[in-house]
């Protein structure tokens, strides 16, 4: 014997239905009297609930899923067979419920909204502090095949060096300035050698402390004990004598920084591997030269004049500087 529960299920359970658990109740009693009265009356016309329970099984109109006689919805995909309409899905935004609106863009925002993509302003911008892009040599395309920057720093044939805007294009260009004001061009505090003295022989420059001449110029300073020379090897064709300035960079290779009485620049030395000569510097107390054994020299020498630097001669300068160029001899260099 079968029940049908409330919703119109057959149910072989007189208490709770068999397909959706509905409590059977009163409604069970009913509709099995009316499912017996239905099977012994063949033919007699069905009512109610109890004649659609004993109908024929029906098929779901929208998955085709078999259902019960008079039953109320698709047990497959939820299909209501009285509105003919499926169950909304869940989670799905309801139509009635608006979207959220976006707040809009602020002029006091920090980030900037992000350009559309494929935009010119969509390009990413170049960070100041990521490492520079290689530079190109003038006159070289690099989309039409010219040499690589690798090529480039590798001196490879063709290609020539990278010169920084503002160095002098010859090298010699710059080593005379360096050492004719004693600054480095570069700014390391490094002073970039002239070239090397022409020849075989070597020199040297002794740099004195001549009490003679201090009384001469009746300096204000004290006068350092006078001792053995200082030794200078002249390794370079241009030398430059003078106070070292580390603010102005200025790195004489002669250093008379004890004696106040000699200028930043006072003078420079210059050679052609015999010879040499010295030229004053605007001096604020000039440079003077005598021979060797003579009297003190009264005259200075013309600033931007070349004097020639006899075998034995001394220049003077300062308040107690004395120097004298000769030969290196052997075991000096």
Known sequence: ???????????????????????????????????????????????????????????????????????????????????????????????????????????????????PAGSPAAAPSPDPLSAPAALTPPGVDPGAGGPSTAAVAAGAPGTGPLVAPGAPADPA??????????????????????PPVPGEDQWVVEVWIDPDWYQAQKAEDPLPSAGLPGLVVLRERSVLVGRPSASRNIHPQIDCGADSGVSRRHCQLNTDGQRWWVEDLQSSNGTYLSPAGGELPIDPIPAGQRREVADGDRIYLGGWTRLVIRKAMPGEV
């Open 173 to 194: 260009e710059g080593e005379a300035t360096s050492a004719r004001t004693g600054a480095t061009p570069s700014g390391s505090g490094t002073h970039l050698p002239t």
């Open 1 to 115: 014997m079968s029940a049908i529960c409330p919703n119109g299920h057959a149910s072989e359970s007189t208490d709770y239905c068999d397909v959706c658990g509905e409590p059977m109740g009163a409604a069970s009693s009913s509709a099995s009297g009316a499912v017996s009265s239905g099977s012994a009356g063949a033919g007699a016309p069905a009512s109610g609930e109890g004649t659609a329970g004993g109908g024929e099984p029906i098929t779901c109109p929208h998955c085709s899923f078999p259902a019960a006689a008079g039953a109320l919805f698709c047990e497959n995909c939820g299909y209501d067979f009285t509105t003919g309409s499926l169950p909304e899905p869940a989670g799905a935004p309801s139509a009635a419920t608006p979207a959220p609106l976006a707040p809009p863009a602020s002029s006091l925002d920090l980030d900037p909204v992000a350009p």
